[in-house]
């Protein structure tokens, strides 16, 4: 991280009041509209529960959020002509499928706008660009879209595409000598799109759709948390893990055994995801419902926060909490994929859902 933020309350105590004492240092991530704007934004301000916070335009938009047009925070005074030039081509035409050739046929050395990009916004302009066309993809994905539209449509003519882009995200294994025990992640294909999972040599960690938004800071935030680094690779639990997954999508089995690795949860977060396991197949419980099993009915919102904190997604079935009307409420797949797996799970048998080896 470029810089250690506050907690997200404060932050979000100075989004409201429009304060300017982060400017530059923190940016807010808004859920439901998938834009990112400054704290100082005058646009009507999100809830609570749909915001995040990263220190840096590059986590923004590598979490596949896209910049706001009012408080345009792209915008810096005092930078080179170019980046507002390409910026303002990208803004014309984010779908636009940008290369080097592309900035050469306009008159631009890659050479100096790759510079440029990188000291302003701490990415390239092109990785800038292939980010919009990623998160169009989500967004249509979001809205009901078959993956395969939505992969041609973000650029990538293969699954093999997808996968580079896997390896552009998990980044290149560190040099082992730093002494640290390795985290190691894979892609597995699943009928809702690829799912990314990192696990150690026993325990699982992480299991997200790729699409995820919040993915890229997902991964920063576990590899702090355990003072590891992620590379590609497969272990024992991801085996298990995969062998499994197919058997949940296949309607044989709705049984995960995979160990889990959930220390990095707070105590109130894992008493929560215990009774999101909880949750027989089949069946959803609301934010209150699992409040007042709590003994607090006070604690909805916390318990709201908690669901949304899972990072092992299926496996602890945050899916299956729907709001108190029975409206499917947020999920950080896309209500789409929701409704896909609480439609999947009714016609499964309902045998239960076990956890074991929980760490």
């Known amino acids: 991280m470029l810089f250690d933020l506050p907690n997200e ?36 301000k999100p809830k609570r529960e749909n915001t995040l916070f990263y220190d840096c335009i590059a986590t923004c938009m590598q979490s596949g959020f896209r910049p706001c047009r009012r408080c345009k925070p792209l915008e810096q005074p005092g930078r080179e002509p170019v980046i507002d030039e390409l910026l303002n081509a990208l803004d014309r035409d984010p779908a636009a499928r940008w290369t080097e050739d592309d900035l050469v046929r306009k008159g631009y050395d890659p050479s100096t706008v ?28 979001a809205a009901g879209a078959r993956v395969i539209d939505a992969q041609f449509e973000a650029g990538y003519e293969s699954a093999s595409g997808f996968r580079a882009a896997f390896q552009r995200l998990i980044r ?28 150690d040599q026993t325990h699982l960690h992480l299991l997200e759709f790729h699409d995820r938004k919040g993915l890229p800071a997902e991964l920063d935030s576990l590899q702090r948390k355990t003072r590891s680094a992620v ?12 062998a499994e997954l197919a058997a949940y999508f296949e309607g044989r089995s709705a049984m995960f055994r995979t160990p889990l690795a959930l220390a990095g949860g707070t105590a109130f977060e894992r ?89």
Not at 14 to 42: D, H, M, Q
Not at 231 to 242: C, P, S, V
Not at 321 to 330: K, M, N, P, R, W
């Open 9 to 44: 309350d404060t932050l979000y105590d100075a989004l409201i009041a429009r304060s300017s004492n982060y400017e530059g240092l923190a940016y807010v991530c808004v859920k439901t509209t998938g834009i990112f704007c400054r704290l100082t934004c005058p646009a009507r």
């Open 114 to 141: 790759r510079r440029a990009f990188k000291r302003s916004l701490g990415m390239t302009f092109l990785d800038i660009a292939r980010c919009r066309r990623l998160g169009e993809a989500a967004r249509q994905l």
């Open 172 to 199: 290149a294994a560190p040099v082992l000598s730093q002494n640290r025990e390795l985290l190691f992640a894979d892609w597995f294909d699943t009928p809702l799109g690829p799912m990314v999972a990192v696990a």
């Open 231 to 242: 590379a590609t690779g497969r272990t024992k639990a991801l085996d298990q893990i995969e």
């Open 271 to 359: 008493e929560v995801w215990k009774r999101l396991m909880g949750i027989p197949v089949g069946e959803t419980r609301a934010y209150g419902d699992l409040a007042r099993e709590m003994e607090n009915p006070q604690l909805v919102r916390a318990v709201g926060r908690a669901n949304g904190a899972n990072r092992l997604s299926i496996v602890i079935p945050c899916h299956r909490v729907i709001g108190a009307d029975g409206s499917l409420t947020g999920y950080g797949g896309g209500l789409w994929r929701k409704q896909w797996l609480l439609r999947h799970e009714g016609k499964m048998r309902p045998k239960g859902l076990f956890m074991e080896g929980v760490q």
